[in-house]
């Protein structure tokens, strides 16, 4: 072929091909001056592994959504004013009652706003499944040891979410101004005047005056619309960019470990499945919203300081501190003139504190087992009989407290004395800690039996096979190489121990109470009476050789 046929044949192929699009020409010009391709391709691949569980945080991080969207369109409506009027309004029995703006406008987004009852109570039922999947996903974080190193500062963004979770909860609770939610702001109030010292300035600036005030509306508003959530979407954001950068944790199994992870890529499958997710949680919570009542705040009537609403609840995630300070005894004390009560500021300090303990508790275990490794395959909870146990006990701590809480609608329900009620509250909170601990770690311990006898054993059949000496057997199947990997991957550290406490020349060695307390926790937590040994490859062997399995 000659030049001039080969130059045609080039200029006939130029000449049939198609310019870029516009949309390619934008995505040339975005990744020459921005990165995107190379940040999208090494990323958007990248591969989270598939456990139901996992979806707990998808909720939170879905109903947060729901919240923004329908706080937005509430915030719209609603006048955060103290201002008295007279109602002339829609709901007829409230008609000629005198009440303040916020509470007129709520009425107004409730009955007169199209579609702003179905929105009320998606944000209101937004906000529960919202905390409540905060705190399962957080249980389910703790039980299985995800929060160990590199995820400690990930655990403190969840901790905090959480706390401010409760406190714009509160806030956005109280900006109605009716009657229930005006008892909570009393019992607030309440609260911060029991700090000793500056308890009555703190209170006088926030409500403006004597209680009720003519500001805390106005002050709340802001602090529920745009000072906590701002704040939360940023911590929801780096939440995120921290679980993208760290590998994915997963449940232990075949081909898993700490430099693998066996899942699904990020895109597509992962984003279409987190989508069509996004949508259930949505339509979900608008059919909460739309079939289940809540907060009919034109029933309590707008708030008076001379009234208290028969069975005053709080949302379910404040019944732990209403529960602490309802089962309090009313101590006061007198010194030099001035009131302490105790009653109410020893329960109402003591719930932060509690918070505040969970908070800091990976690096408590971090320093008390001296492993400095990062870790991505998740713990079974039974393999952690002591941090399990905590768990529970935590948690039904809280669930004796909520019964605390709510100790007159109980009592009111099972037709019981409510001192009974709060008396057994009382015992309770120091007695079923403690057995839920003791239970926990029992059934932990019996569990890890079963696994042994499992890998040693096999799997029970049901099947009873009659041996030639007459002697009646269960036919045992044994496990898979998977099953067997799952059950005996752990690791069964010893504790931290001092060592010896004279060195080889005779002299007494000076050890820090800082170690000997880490010695002492660490024996409680990890040591022999907190694990069934692994079986060993050679008794693994010698009951799986020859007759010996049935």
């Excluded at 009852?117 to 499944?129: E, F, N, S």
């Excluded at 096999?458 to 044994?478: A, C, D, F, Q, S």
Aim: hydrophobic share 45%; aromatic share 12%; proline share 6%.
């Amino acid at each position: 072929m000659d030049d001039g046929a080969r130059s045609g044949n080039v200029t006939a192929r130029s000449a049939r091909r198609e310019p870029p699009g516009k949309g390619e020409r934008l995505a040339d010009w975005a990744d020459g001056r921005l990165g995107i391709f190379a940040l999208a391709k090494a990323n958007m691949r990248k591969v989270f592994p598939d456990h139901w569980s996992f979806m707990l945080g998808e909720v939170a991080l879905y109903s947060f959504v729901v919240l923004i969207l329908t706080g937005v369109y509430l915030t719209l409506f609603f006048e955060p004013s103290s201002v008295e009027v007279v109602y002339h309004g829609s709901y007829e029995p409230l008609n000629g009652v005198i009440m303040t703006r916020a509470f007129e406008s709520t009425l107004d987004i409730s009955f007169d706003v199209r579609g702003g009852l179905l929105i009320r109570q998606i944000h209101h039922w937004a906000a529960l499944v919202f905390v409540t999947a905060m705190l399962t996903h957080m249980m389910r974080v703790f039980f299985t040891g995800a929060f160990r190193k590199p995820r400690e500062v990930n655990w403190l963004f969840g901790w905090t979410l959480l706390m401010l979770g409760i406190i714009t909860g509160l806030t956005g609770y109280s900006l109605p101004d009716d009657l229930l939610s005006g008892t909570g702001l009393r019992f607030a109030h309440g609260a911060i005047l029991s700090i000793p010292i500056v308890g009555t300035y703190l209170a006088f600036f926030l409500f403006g005056g004597e209680f009720p005030g003519d500001d805390i509306i106005a002050r709340l508003f802001p602090i529920h619309v745009l000072l906590l959530p701002g704040i939360m979407l940023g911590l929801v954001a780096a939440h995120l960019i921290l679980v993208f950068y760290h590998k994915h944790t997963q449940y232990p199994g075949p081909g898993r470990g700490e430099k693998t992870v066996i899942g699904m890529p990020f895109l597509p499958v992962y984003m279409a499945k987190a989508g069509g997710f996004f949508f259930l949680v949505f339509g979900v919570l608008t059919l909460m919203g739309g079939i289940a009542q809540i907060n009919p705040l034109w029933a309590f009537g707008p708030y008076r300081p001379d009234l208290v609403t028969t069975g005053a609840q709080p949302d379910w995630y404040l019944g732990f501190s209403e529960g602490l300070i309802r089962v309090m005894p009313g101590w006061e004390i007198n010194l030099w003139g001035h009131t302490l009560v105790p009653g109410v500021f020893i329960p109402f300090a003591l719930f932060p504190l509690v918070m505040l303990a969970i908070g800091v508790y990976p690096f408590i275990e971090a320093w008390i087992t001296g492993d400095k490794r990062e870790h991505h395959i998740l713990d079974r909870p039974r393999n952690a009989p002591v941090r399990t146990g905590l768990g529970v006990a935590w948690l039904s701590l809280y669930c004796v407290l909520l019964i605390g809480g709510g100790n007159d609608i109980v009592a009111l329900r099972l037709h019981l004395s409510i001192n009974a009620i709060t008396w057994f509250v009382r015992v309770s909170v120091f007695v079923v800690p403690v057995l839920a601990f003791m239970v926990t770690k029992r059934i932990c311990l019996g569990l890890q039996r079963r696994d042994r006898a499992k890998v040693l054993h096999g799997r029970e059949t049901g099947t009873i096979k009659r041996l030639p000496n007459g002697e009646y057997v269960e036919v045992h199947e044994p496990l898979s190489q998977a099953q067997l990997f799952t059950l005996t991957q752990h690791e069964q550290n010893p504790p931290y121990e001092i060592g010896p406490l004279v060195d080889a020349g005779g002299v007494r060695r000076r050890v820090k109470r800082s170690q000997r307390l880490r010695a002492r926790l660490s024996r409680t937590m990890f040591g022999p009476d907190t694990r069934i040994e692994k079986p060993t490859v050679e008794e693994f062997r010698e009951l799986t050789s020859g007759d010996h399995r049935h």
